[in-house]
């Protein structure tokens, strides 16, 4: 049976981390997903792998969370799922950048077409 595995973040203030933390697990863990969700103050960055159908599911069960409603995500099948466990955990930063005076969820910059970004 094929695997579905999708990535995605968002940058967005959030708050009450633990008790989103273990409602995300829960979810996952009724899916019977594998894979990391880390969450923080400044948003959510996750990349889980399972069955099609428990993906979908998972999907249903952000896009009724309003802040992760419009969230987007690069998906790949596989034959077996690719990730060993399933880890939801509480960061500092979702994505390491280092840099204290950067809040990528307050601020977003312009965006560009990708046929300017390839003349780059």
């Not at 973040?9 to 880390?38: D, H, S, V």
């Not at 466990?85 to 560009?112: C, D, G, N, S, Y």
Request: hydrophobic share 40%; with cysteine; aromatic share 8%.
């Amino acid at each position: 049976m094929q695997m579905l595995h999708i990535a995605g973040y968002k940058f967005i203030n959030l708050t009450k981390l633990e008790a989103l933390r273990e409602r995300l697990l829960e979810q996952c863990l009724a899916c019977e997903l594998r894979g990391t969700i880390l969450i923080s103050q400044e948003g959510i960055n996750l990349n889980l792998a399972g069955h099609i159908e428990a993906i979908s599911a998972f999907k249903n069960y952000l896009k009724e969370l309003t802040p992760f409603s419009d969230m987007t995500f690069r998906e790949s099948y596989s034959d077996n799922v690719p990730l060993k466990r399933l880890k939801v955990k509480i960061k500092q930063e979702i994505i390491t950048f280092r840099q204290e005076h950067i809040h990528p969820e307050t601020k977003r910059t312009a965006a560009i077409s990708p046929q300017a970004l390839k003349q780059w």
